[in-house]
């Protein structure tokens, strides 16, 4: 049996704009093993400070225990990435128990 972090590093994730349109480095999808798994995307809303709004979008893991909580708020694009991805690998986890 891997272990947890064993398996995270044999998972290649990789990152892609979702829109053209969209300014370079404020929008993008976590692609893994050919599928979308999620997206991360700059939001500013008024006076408040701009977020980076993350979210687990993997249609196999849709409606799974502990799906409730897949999206969140970041303060950098880095941040909402790992978050990202950290939710993926928790959900995947889960999934597999």
Same mark, same amino acid.
């Given at each position: 049996?891997?272990?947890?972090?064993?398996?995270?590093?044999?998972?290649? /994730?990789?990152?892609?704009?979702?829109? *053209?349109?969209?300014? *370079?480095?404020?929008?993008?999808?976590?692609?893994?093993?050919? +599928?979308? /798994?999620?997206?991360?995307?700059?939001?500013?809303?008024? !006076?408040?400070? *701009?977020?980076?709004?993350?979210?687990?979008?993997? !249609?196999?893991?849709?409606?799974?225990?502990?799906?409730?909580?897949?999206?969140?708020?970041? !303060?950098?694009? +880095?941040?909402?990435?790992?978050?990202?991805?950290?939710?993926?690998?928790?959900? +995947?986890?889960?999934?597999?128990?």
């Amino acid at each position: 049996m891997q272990s947890a972090v064993s398996s995270r590093r044999a998972t290649s /994730i990789t990152w892609r704009r979702t829109f *053209p349109e969209s300014a *370079p480095g404020t929008d993008g999808v976590a692609i893994c093993e050919g +599928r979308v /798994i999620g997206r991360v995307r700059y939001h500013q809303l008024g !006076p408040r400070d *701009p977020v980076w709004l993350w979210s687990v979008t993997d !249609p196999e893991l849709a409606g799974l225990p502990g799906w409730a909580n897949t999206d969140g708020e970041m !303060p950098s694009r +880095r941040q909402a990435m790992d978050r990202l991805i950290e939710r993926w690998h928790e959900l +995947r986890a889960s999934s597999r128990a």
